[in-house]
């Protein structure tokens, strides 16, 4: 169901996409979808992760404690209605370089741009308001969509890491000098 989106003026954007920070609080059905996602078996399975088996109030307690000790920087992904699409994090922050991570729970969205500008959004953030010189990340080498949308985004491939079973992973990196901004600003 569609409602009207009324963000902070400070809150991270990009084409369709709203970062919505933890700090303002989330709703029931976006606690709800954020714990959904993690208990997906195949969103599981391209975050490297077994399925999700606590129970939802463990779940809320275990990330806002992880946000009150400042470890990550949590933002809710909303639709250009205002629906709950996902969650984007930084985390392994210091004052130069973050790490991100990302969780598009709507699967019925993915492969429409969503994520891509989701990211676009938080790396305008991180660059401008939070400061910092360098995000980075790491994806499954095999997982051709994600590295193709991080690319797409303003990452680009530093290196790999082999992984056991024969796997490995890609790692990326955005810089602020070779960031352009292509949601303004």
């Avoid at 059905?29 to 969103?43: C, Q, T, Y």
């Avoid at 429409?112 to 790491?138: C, M």
Wanted: overall charge positive; proline content about 6%.
């Amino acid at each position: 169901m569609a409602r009207p989106l009324t963000a902070e003026p400070d809150w991270p954007r990009c084409g369709r996409v709203t970062l919505k920070p933890f700090a303002y609080g989330l709703t029931p059905e976006e606690w709800r979808g954020f714990w959904e996602s993690f208990r997906d078996p195949e969103i599981a399975h391209w975050n490297g992760n077994r399925p999700l088996k606590m129970p939802l109030w463990l779940f809320k307690r275990v990330v806002l404690g992880e946000i009150k000790r400042g470890e990550r920087l949590g933002y809710v992904i909303l639709d250009e209605h205002g629906n709950w699409l996902g969650t984007l994090e930084l985390y392994e922050l210091d004052p130069q370089e973050a790490s991100l991570g990302i969780i598009l729970g709507r699967k019925d969205r993915w492969g429409q741009g969503y994520g891509r500008e989701a990211v676009r959004a938080l790396l305008q953030h991180a660059f401008g308001n939070l400061g910092l010189e360098r995000v980075k990340l790491r994806t499954f080498a095999h997982n051709e969509r994600a590295r193709r949308a991080f690319a797409a985004a303003g990452f680009r491939e530093v290196g790999e890491e082999p992984l056991p079973g024969g796997r490995s992973d890609v790692l990326m990196e955005a810089r602020k000098e070779a960031w352009r901004a292509p949601c303004g600003g």
